[in-house]
């Protein structure tokens, strides 16, 4: 599947088959995160890969989300705070989210890709979650991403791009038609799901 195809078809997945996922595939998937945009070079992830079913179901509990613990493994994203402030000499935080979240949606896309499934959770108790992976204090969990084999992947929608895109000014549209592929027909749903 390439790149374009399977970041249309990338949808939370919350359902999964009871078979386990290899580290053949946490590796390929988690090398592609590594290679995700990253603030000069502070390459801030640390990924930590939960397979056990007790821990994955405090994990669960710390996101008040019991479907987490179902799925196969559970890869926590977090930030080491000493790299970004070694590279920019600044406070961390802000680029922390931006280079976790660029390498979560990598580690999705390329899951997506290989028929896998992924759900990026960010809510969450950190203090919880740091503790049950017993990180160091510098090092700050940003996002959990259950993964594995899907029951189903669910059907993918997005508002077509004339509700989104504006030409030099905010309201103005382009000056070229937007082509009819990427303005399909799409109805808001009342209840937006805003994590999907």
Known sequence: MEAREAIRKRKCVKKYLNKPVSFKILYEVLDCSRWAQTALG????????????PTKVKLSGAADQSWIADAPAVVIM????????????REPQEFAMMEISAAVQNMQVAARSMGIGTCAVFLFDRD???????AP????PLAMVPIGY???????SRAPLSEFLHEKEFSRA????????YNKK?????ILHIFS
């Open 42 to 53: 502070a390459q801030s992830w640390e990924f930590i890969i939960v397979r056990d079913g």
């Open 186 to 190: 799409w109805q808001r749903s009342s």
């Open 174 to 181: 382009p000056e070229e038609e937007i082509p009819s592929k």
């Open 78 to 89: 977090a930030s080491n705070l000493e790299r970004i402030e070694f590279a920019l000499k």
């Open 128 to 134: 919880i979650v740091k503790s049950i992976i017993k």
């Open 150 to 156: 899907p029951k189903e992947f669910p059907e993918n």
């Open 137 to 140: 204090k510098k090092v700050v």
